[in-house]
């Protein structure tokens, strides 16, 4: 597996991996339709903030995005293809992502969970730090984990 920067032109391939990643979740065609626009970075964020990809065997298999902007620091985005899920991408994106930002003198990320992923960024390293309401058609009382992840 190798990492490295992820380039403006891959904007389509990436949101059709954040997509198919967040479906394997069992969400509705209905519910991704809202969430298309937010699953994905945009052209111009990948120019502006670290995005790095995981390929393997020449295929993106996964990718990351951080918001330098947020205060704190923020994942904006961490997607595993699903035909790679289970192989270590997440945990070897998680990991380059930390030591890039520690790098930067960053201490922590704040991550914004996917319910789902919630055990995966504990098992990270991160801690909860508390949840944002997430409601959506058929779970009136789903939430977003917030979590904090040290870079250290």
Known sequence: MQIRPVHPEEVAALAKIALASKASWGYSDAQLALWREDLSPSAESILQQPTFAAEIDGAVAGFYQINLSAEP???????????????????????????????????????DSEPHAEAFYLAM????????????????LRIRPQLRLATG
């Open 73 to 111: 620091v923020e994942l904006d985005h961490l997607w595993v293809d699903p035909r790679f899920m289970r192989q270590g991408v997440g945990r070897a994106l998680i990991s380059h992502a930390t030591a890039t930002m520690a790098q930067r003198g960053i201490a922590q990320l704040l991550i």
């Open 125 to 140: 390293g991160a801690m909860r730090i508390g949840e944002r309401a997430a409601p959506i058609v058929g779970e009136p």
